[in-house]
């Protein structure tokens, strides 16, 4: 059974940073693209950044240029390092991945809360 642990989320100011990880529990390569979603109160989740097998990365367009989504296949795990974190982006951010057969896996989620 496939499992994706998700953590790094927290409380930061306007202006901060954070580094979410996604710790999967099998290769990375197993899958054909993992990446970051979020879903803030009454609003549909969405995504946020993502890799491909062969490392390209796709960002939505509020995470270019402030989020970097990066993979270290030997601990199978990605990361999303977002800086200049805005109050928009508090929500609740969950790694995915997808395997074979358009199968989908999602991690528990963390919280991510930017305030002043």
């Known amino acids: 059974q496939v499992q994706l642990v998700d953590s790094g989320g927290g409380l930061v100011q306007p202006g901060g940073s954070l580094r979410l990880s996604c710790a999967a529990s099998g290769s990375i390569f197993s899958f054909d693209t993992m990446g970051w979603y979020r879903q803030a109160p009454e609003k549909q989740r969405e995504m946020v950044a993502s890799?491909?097998?062969?490392?390209?990365?796709n960002y939505a367009n509020s995470a270019k240029d402030r989020f970097t989504l990066s993979r270290d296949i030997t601990k199978n795990t990605i990361y999303l390092q977002m800086n200049n974190l805005k109050v928009e982006d508090t929500a609740v951010y969950y790694c995915?991945?997808?395997?074979?057969?358009?199968?989908?896996?999602w991690g528990q989620g963390t919280q991510v809360t930017v305030s002043s």
């Open positions: 995915r991945a997808e395997g074979g057969g358009r199968t989908e896996y």
């Open positions: 890799i491909s097998k062969s490392g390209l990365t």
